[in-house]
């Protein structure tokens, strides 16, 4: 199939490398020219396993980068949509870039084309693409518009692609519907997977996955309840957390007996300092604005979104409990990113923590495996120094403070840090290491939902030892 896909931004550029691995012919267009012609020059504007593989191995063959959209349309048969989705206001979902997207596909339209919908689109969006493409002259029979929403991570987005748990189509007639089905043929026959794939299939995936077809109106619907549902989830169990805390249990084992009901099941439960990232914050606030606006109050959702604000606060206030005084200490911060494995730092609760630090008179010195470059545009140049590794990071600092989840923290030579921090103080707001652990390399250490490791001396005082 010959695809166009709008939009070469983390879910654009992920679709449009899977898409060509599976065998369909690209054309991934963006209207941000310095973007297109880095990719042109064979460049990965993104941090994200297997993504440069892929683009290596299809660029300029099976993917051509352009920024004209009518030639992009002129030449496919499918087109996605996956421009941003940005919060607006009153919450709202701004679809400013689809509407726009759409009056210019309107107009070079050439024949039949399925408009897909990928990015994260209120519930109805499909009925307003339609108007607006018959508003600017397409012919009412000369095109259909199908969901079909995306539910990659960034940092897994590439195996989240192409070794999805389901792949969701919502088209409201047949010939919409039998066009997605084709384009993930390869997915769902499991061909895809026999002929060798580039990209190793991850433990506990199912393949080849299920394909759900829904009206267009559940799709969307599905994809905002989603997010919702798996932000509650977050937002639930550091609520539980912060009640471990108050009565001294240890959230991990909580876990493990809540996981272990298949009925929940173990993912997403990992407590910190709150979700973030370009999706959960937006979605969530247009999931409530849609809500409202078609009558319902989804005021459940308020209590999640409140309980992540307070995480950050809380986590603010943990720092104070270790250390005393915040203003002139210098502390080391391990993680910018809003999570492991991405150098995305939108609405990313690290950099949140990092701007309060810097309010209460703190010096920080960062590190992220990924995300400092992008960091550096929204962080104030007072204040931050960045470092070239972790343990350049701690060598002196009062603190280390650890805001994101990044697999080569876990793997931290704990001796090395302990001998390069100033003082042995380890606030994680991600719960990477074991408390046993870091009460042997003798740390202070504080995470969430976990009793405090003191020093030893503290220890014996409390009869602990
Ligand atoms: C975005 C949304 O935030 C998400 O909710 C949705 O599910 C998918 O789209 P993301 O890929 O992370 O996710 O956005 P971003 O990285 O900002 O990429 C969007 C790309 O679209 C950018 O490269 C931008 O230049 C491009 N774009 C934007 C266009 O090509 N045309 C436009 O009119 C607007
Ligand atoms: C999310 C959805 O998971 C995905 O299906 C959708 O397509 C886009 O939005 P993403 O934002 O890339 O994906 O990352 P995700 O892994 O969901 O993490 C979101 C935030 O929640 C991160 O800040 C992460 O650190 C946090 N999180 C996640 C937790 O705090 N605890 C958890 O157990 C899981």
Same mark, same amino acid.
């Given at each position: ?26 054309? /991934? ?6 973007? +297109? ?57 701004? %679809? ?22 990928? &990015? ?41 692609? %192409? ?12 010939? /919409? ?5 084709? =384009? ?6 499991? /061909? ?42 977050? /937002? ?32 997403? %439960? ?36 409140? =309980? ?33 494995? +991405?150098? #995305?730092?939108?609405? &990313?609760?690290?950099?949140?923590? @990092? ?28 204040? @931050? ?14 603190? %280390?403070? =650890? ?23 380890? @606030? ?23 009793? #405090? ?13």
């Amino acid at each position: 199939m010959k695809i166009a896909v709008v939009g070469s931004g983390y879910v654009g550029l992920v679709a449009a490398a899977c898409f060509a691995d599976m065998g369909h012919d690209i054309i /991934s267009v963006d209207n941000d020219a310095n973007k +297109t012609a880095m990719l042109q020059r064979g460049e990965v504007p993104i941090h994200e396993q297997y993504l440069p593989e892929l683009l290596a191995r299809h660029g300029g063959k099976r993917i051509a980068f352009c920024s004209s959209l009518p030639d992009a349309v002129a030449a496919s048969d499918a087109i996605f949509i996956a421009v941003g989705t940005p919060q607006g206001g009153d919450g709202y979902a701004d %679809l400013s870039y689809v509407e726009s997207v759409t009056r210019e596909l309107a107009r070079a339209m050439n024949g039949y084309k399925l408009i897909v919908e990928k &990015s994260t689109v209120p519930v109805f969006t499909h009925d307003w693409i339609r108007k607006v493409m018959l508003l600017n002259g397409a012919a009412a029979d000369s095109f259909d518009v199908a969901s079909n929403p995306e539910f990659l991570r960034e940092g897994t987005a590439v195996t989240d692609f %192409l070794y999805p748990d389901r792949i969701v189509v919502g088209a409201d007639n047949a010939r /919409s519907a039998a066009m997605l089905r084709e =384009i993930y043929g390869p997915l769902t026959s499991g /061909s895809y997977y026999q002929a060798g794939p580039a990209v190793p299939r991850p433990d506990g995936t199912h393949i080849p996955p299920a394909l759900i077809e829904t009206s267009a109106k559940s799709a969307e619907l599905i994809k905002h309840a989603c997010n919702a549902f798996l932000a509650m989830k977050i /937002s639930f169990i550091n609520a539980v957390a912060n009640l471990c805390e108050s009565v001294g249990a240890d959230i991990r084992q909580v876990c493990n007996g809540i996981g272990a009901d298949e009925r929940i099941g173990p993912r997403f %439960l990992n407590p910190g300092i709150g979700y973030g990232g370009s999706c959960f914050p937006k979605d969530l606030a247009a999931f409530r604005a849609v809500a409202r606006e078609c009558g319902y109050d989804l005021r459940l959702l308020d209590e999640v979104i409140n =309980i992540n604000e307070d995480q950050r606060h809380r986590f603010l206030r943990k720092v104070r409990r270790a250390l005393w005084t915040l203003r002139g200490k210098r502390l080391a911060v391990l993680g910018l990113s809003f999570k492991g494995g +991405t150098d #995305d730092v939108r609405e &990313s609760p690290a950099i949140a923590v @990092v701007e309060m630090l810097l309010k209460e008179g703190s010096e920080v010195r960062v590190y992220d495996p990924a995300g400092m470059q992008r960091a550096r545009e929204i962080l104030p140049a007072s204040g @931050v120094t960045y470092a070239s590794s972790p343990y350049q990071a701690a060598s002196g600092a009062d603190a %280390l403070l =650890i805001l994101t989840d990044w697999a080569e923290f876990a793997a931290l030579d704990l001796d090395r840090i302990h001998a390069a921090l100033g003082y042995p103080i380890v @606030v994680d707001g991600r719960n990477l290491f074991d408390p046993a652990v870091m009460a042997a390399h003798g740390f202070y250490y504080y995470s969430v939902g976990r009793p #405090d490791v003191q020093s030893s001396a503290d220890r014996r005082t409390a009869g602990i030892e």
